[in-house]
């Protein structure tokens, strides 16, 4: 049995293509990944500063502790839409890598050797 070299060249031609569009995809959506990352760690930063500056500003101990209570909670809830920000970029990720490879998976023969005269 042999396998014929123009279908073995075909799906090599359409498989590197398919990968390098994955590469590209790949590449994209990691640089929105990390920008989002930047972003939300700047914020988280600069809100936390800010709640430090003004519970050593504070003129009794309830108010630092709301204050104090207050960010936990906001820091909270931004962490969780965040997580799910997060948790979407790397969803799309996913599908943009699987998108080009989809069609040279579906061209695959279900025997490498379909359509061959056997010796």
Do not use: W
Not at 40 to 50: A, H, I, L, R, V
Not at 100 to 116: I, R, Y
């Amino acid at each position: 049995m042999t396998i014929r070299l123009d279908t073995v060249q075909g799906f090599g031609k359409d498989g590197l293509d398919a990968t390098m569009k994955s590469f590209g995809a790949v590449s994209q959506s990691m640089q929105a990944i990390a920008a989002e990352a930047v972003d939300y760690s700047k914020k988280s930063f600069e809100q936390g500063t800010q709640v430090l500056e003004q519970i050593l500003g504070a003129k009794s101990l309830d108010s630092a502790l709301e204050l104090q209570s207050n960010y936990i909670k906001a820091s909270y809830e931004s962490f969780i839409a965040q997580s799910n920000r997060m948790s979407e970029l790397y969803a799309d990720l996913a599908k943009q890598i699987y998108k080009p490879l989809e069609g040279v998976v579906g061209k695959l023969p279900t025997s490498p050797f379909a359509g061959q005269a056997t010796s």
